[in-house]
C-alpha cells in the first residue's frame, strides 16, 4: 500500500520533497495560500488544495490527520509555527518540518516536531527531500546509478569538520546530510563539526558507500 503525505507549503523545497514523493510511488497531497502555486502543481500531484493550513477546520475538510506523515515546508517562521502547533492539537500522525534557522529548529522539537530539516544550500535541497523518505532513495538508485547510504560518524572524527577530513576526495563519497537525533541537517557546510552519536547519510556508488561502510537506505516493508 503507497503511503500517504502532505505537503503544506509549495515552494523551491516543498515542490521538490512533493515530487520526489510522488515519483517514488506515493500519494501526495500538496497544500498553499497561494492560488499560482497550486495550479503549477495540479497534474503532478495526486491532489492540490488552496487552503490556509492554520486553519484546523480547513485541516480537518482536507482529512490532514488520516496521513502517514505531513511536511510543513513554509518559509516564513509565524506562518510555521501556527501550522504546526495545528497539526499537533489534529493529532497529525507524523509531522515533519523544515526549520529556517537553528533556533527555529529547537523551538520546532520543543513543540513536539518528530524531525527537524534544516536545508542550509539551495543546491541540496532536492536531494535531500528524495531521502527524507527511505523508499526514495530507491527512485534514486535506478534512475540516476546513484546509491544512498548511512553510517555512524566514526570515533576518531568526532569533533573533526567536515572539510578537515576531505571526506569526498578522501572516499569518493559525497556527505548530503547529517542525522543527530531528531534533527537532519541537510547539505551541511564545510564547517560541520562532527558529534558523538551523528548518522551519516551520503550518496555515491554503491562500491564506493560499502568501503565507506555504509549501509544503504533501502525501501522499508
Known sequence: ??????????????????????EAGCTVVGIDNDPELVQDLAEQLTDVVQADAADENALRLIG???????????????????????????????????????????????IGVDEVVLPEQEAGERLAARLIAPEISQVLREQTGVSAGERLVPEGWVGQTIGQLNIRRAHGVLVIAIRRGTLLISAPGAEERFEVGDLLIAVGSEERLRAFGCHRRDRRA
Request: hydrophobic content about 55%; cysteine-free.
Open 1 to 22: 500500500m503507497a503511503h500517504e503525505f502532505a505537503v503544506i507549503g509549495l515552494g523551491r523545497f516543498g515542490t521538490g520533497v512533493a515530487l520526489a514523493l510522488a
Open 64 to 110: 490532514i490527520s488520516d496521513f502517514d506523515g505531513v511536511v510543513v515546508a513554509i518559509g516564513d517562521l509565524e506562518s510555521s509555527l501556527l501550522v504546526t502547533l495545528a497539526l499537533k492539537h489534529l493529532n497529525v500522525r507524523s509531522v515533519i518540518a523544515k526549520a529556517l534557522t537553528r533556533r527555529h529548529a529547537e523551538i520546532l522539537l520543543k
